[in-house]
């Protein structure tokens, strides 16, 4: 069967629009470019490293009280991210308010502790954290490009360390943009729509899996019963030979006989 | 009054979740049902209300005298994650029945980001004990409020046939953002 290649399963198992984690954040942030940057690179980072160190601790952690130690593991990168970013970033840390803190219980990172971390060596670990961190920055971005074009008519991009804007591109007139995009029925309404958009896609890719699996079925169905046949005619012949050979007996037994 | 202007002001107008989007992977995950909803809602409820309490009188009397205010964070979530822990010792102890009730929804509240949401606000915004409890109460009864009428309205849909793509999740989103809406028509009441 066919797998997914790397882009298609940034897709296929979205973090965010198939596996429904860490959707607080991404509603709150996704209002500017500026934002979905910080905070993709945020939880790809804290991703990373909790993903490394729980997966270095694996065996050390018991079972019972993993859940509280993955939370201090992930609360202490985090924290360790917010005072990076007020001090070298404050303007994104303004921006972004609580939710730099909120990574903590993004589910995303506690569900990948849960799911990846605790089984798997350091390298897988890495991988998935990288993979996932992809979908999600993917994810938001998608988000942040449509709200930002339909609620403040454009796109910006600013450099997070010094504030300078490094790119500004407007396209609708003020009167032509909705406003509602920015706040939080916005957010609910492009994320419903894109969730289903990503949905469609992996039904579609589903369904040609199942298409695949049902022809990879038949084709074998096919097989065995041609090898059946086979196998039911070189009986048939072996039988016949068998018969012939007795009747050649037989005849040369009466020739004897006569003789 | 002033206090019930608070309580007001967090349950309808500055709601937790349709306003600052916390607490949602939750609302998700949980809403095909009223039942489990108003369970999860029950637990929401008794867990923001105790861990504040706990939270408050730790970063007053103990974070601040020793000026250890960056450890909010990590002390915070702790104690969420270990009351949420006791909570569910406690009744599966002592009130069996409850415990059964409310079943999954309590070891999940740990990473609801309603709870840690409510907790940081009640510092950062500078709430006295009462104003916390009274913040903490709304935020978790504007929480179970959103999401039993979202349970409501989903538990219809289940059952309506739909284009496949919006089955489940996404609908329930553009049911959200239809709510968000409805609710934006009551900022000001207060």
């Known amino acids: ?259 | 009054m002033n206090y019930l202007s608070l309580f007001l002001n967090t349950v309808l107008i500055d709601n937790v979740i349709l306003v600052h989007f916390f607490g949602f992977c939750p609302l998700l995950g949980v809403t095909n049902k009223k039942k489990s909803a108003s369970g999860m809602g029950l637990a929401v409820i008794f867990v923001i209300v105790g861990s504040s309490a706990i939270t408050w009188s730790l970063y007053r009397y103990i974070l601040r005298p020793l000026h250890l205010e960056y450890l909010e964070l990590v002390t915070f979530i702790l104690v969420i994650a270990s009351f949420v822990q006791f909570i569910e010792m406690f009744l599966k102890r002592f009130v069996p029945a409850l415990y059964k009730s409310l079943g999954i929804f309590l070891p999940l509240i740990t990473t609801n980001c309603a709870v840690l949401y409510a907790t940081m606000q009640n510092i950062s915004k500078g709430y006295g004990f009462t104003a916390t409890m009274v913040n903490a109460l709304g935020i978790s009864v504007g929480f179970f409020f959103v999401v039993y009428v979202f349970a409501t309205l989903r538990e219809r849909l289940n059952n309506k046939k739909l284009y496949r793509s919006f089955q489940g999740n996404p609908i329930a989103l553009i049911i959200a953002a239809l709510m968000a809406l409805a609710f934006s028509g009551l900022a000001g009441l207060v």
């Open chain 1, 1 to 259: 069967m066919k797998k997914p290649n790397f882009w298609q399963s940034l897709l296929l198992e979205n973090p965010l629009f198939i596996q429904y984690l860490g959707v607080c954040a991404v509603l709150g942030v996704t209002t500017s470019l500026d934002n979905a940057l910080g905070m993709s690179v945020i939880v790809l980072l804290v991703l990373l490293c909790s993903n490394v160190l729980i997966s270095l601790l694996r065996k050390l952690i018991p079972n019972e009280v993993r859940i509280p130690v993955f939370i201090v593991v992930i609360a202490t990168f985090v924290s360790i991210a917010e005072m990076l970013v007020k001090a070298y970033a404050p303007i994104l840390y303004d921006n972004m308010g609580s939710f730099i803190s909120l990574v903590v219980v993004n589910c995303i990172i506690l569900g990948r502790a849960e799911a990846c971390a605790s089984k798997s060596n350091i390298a897988d670990s890495a991988k998935d954290a990288l993979v996932q961190g992809l979908g999600y920055a993917i994810a938001q971005f998608s988000m942040s490009i449509i709200r930002s074009f339909f609620g403040n008519g454009g796109w910006s991009l600013s450099n997070p360390f010094t504030g300078n804007q490094i790119f500004e591109l407007t396209i609708l007139p003020e009167s032509l943009r909705l406003g509602f995009f920015t706040k939080a029925m916005g957010g609910f309404l492009t994320f419903g729509i894109l969730a289903a958009i990503f949905t469609g896609y992996k039904n579609r890719w589903d369904d040609a899996r199942k298409e695949e699996l049902r022809q990879e079925r038949i084709k074998a169905a096919l097989k065995l019963k041609a090898e059946r046949e086979a196998a039911k005619a070189a009986k048939l012949a072996e039988e016949k030979a068998k018969e012939e050979a007795e009747a050649a007996k037989n005849a040369a037994n009466t020739a004897e006989a006569a003789a």
